[in-house]
């Protein structure tokens, strides 16, 4: 099988790679695998800790000048097709948006916690009728411990 390796981190290396493979199958009519090489920023697990084996320089190296954005960011700005003032306006615009949004969509109340046991079959099976009984008279017993208001009843 073909195999097509490249530095993943760069945004045209993966556009021209994944170019060229897409080229190859229709052509070909074969498959072909696509190895993009990048950098672990993260841990293996959440019981590894990768800064015993590797020093915390390499890793912020690797999160700020050889991140795939900041690769990009860099090549525009040495073409002039980058506006860093621009940029914090826009940023600063669509944090803005955002929370704005949040803060409205945090006062629509959340749909009845019931509708998760409905649309789902045509005709609610009996196990599930019996979850929903028993829900409710959970939700019932221990009012205090759900923030019912929040909830359309």
């Known amino acids: 099988m073909a195999a097509l390796r490249f530095d993943g981190t760069d945004v045209f290396a993966t556009y021209n ?3 060229l493979a897409r080229e190859y199958v229709l052509r070909e009519n074969k498959p072909i695998v696509l190895e993009a ?6 841990h293996h697990s959440t019981s ?10 390499e890793l912020e ?12 960011k860099h ?11 621009k940029e914090n306006e826009f940023v600063k615009s669509v944090r803005k948006q955002v929370l704005a949004q949040i ?3 945090e006062r629509i109340p959340k749909p009845d916690w019931r509708e998760m046991f409905q649309d789902v079959y045509e005709e609610m099976p009996t196990h599930l009728k019996e979850q929903l009984r028993s829900m409710e008279e959970h939700v019932e ?3 205090e411990h759900y923030p019912l208001k929040d909830f359309k009843q």
């Open 17 to 19: 790679a994944t170019k």
């Open 37 to 42: 090489m990048a950098y672990r920023i993260g």
């Open 48 to 57: 590894d800790d990768s800064t015993a084996y590797r020093p915390a320089e």
């Open 61 to 72: 190296i690797w999160n700020t000048v050889e991140h795939p954005i900041t690769k990009l």
């Open 75 to 85: 090549y525009m700005i040495r073409r002039g097709w980058f506006d860093e003032e």
């Open 103 to 105: 803060n409205q969509s």
């Open 141 to 143: 017993q221990h009012r």
